[in-house]
């Protein structure tokens, strides 16, 4: 069974990092495009990032210049290093997995909170 486990969230002051990483089990996602969306209250899942994988990258435009994606295929587990956090980046996090003929694979989300 895949599962995809999101860790690295927490409580973090503007202006400050931190590091998501998504692991996933059950097989290997080195083909698919991975990547990272949030959620805010009251708001609209958005893309925040993705990676393909030959290493291509795209950004929202909000976190370009601050966040950083990145994967490790031998540990089949994708990153995502925040930096200059500012409170409208307070969300939960969810790990994606891009499948072409099948529903994506979602991790279960990890809380982010940036306090002014």
């Known amino acids: 069974q895949v599962q995809l486990l999101e860790s690295g969230g927490g409580l973090v002051q503007a202006g400050g990092s931190l590091r998501l990483s998504c692991a996933a089990s059950g097989r290997s996602f080195s083909l698919n495009t991975s990547g990272w969306y949030r959620q805010a209250p009251g708001k609209q899942r958005e893309l925040v990032a993705t990676?393909?994988?030959?290493?291509?990258?795209n950004y929202a435009a909000s976190v370009k210049g601050r966040f950083t994606i990145s994967r490790d295929d031998a540990k089949n587990t994708v990153y995502l290093q925040m930096n200059n956090l500012i409170p409208e980046d307070t969300a939960v996090y969810y790990c994606?997995?891009?499948?072409?003929?099948?529903?994506?694979?979602w991790g279960q989300g990890t809380q982010v909170t940036v306090s002014s």
């Open positions: 994606n997995v891009r499948r072409t003929y099948y529903p994506d694979y």
């Open positions: 990676i393909s994988s030959t290493g291509f990258t």
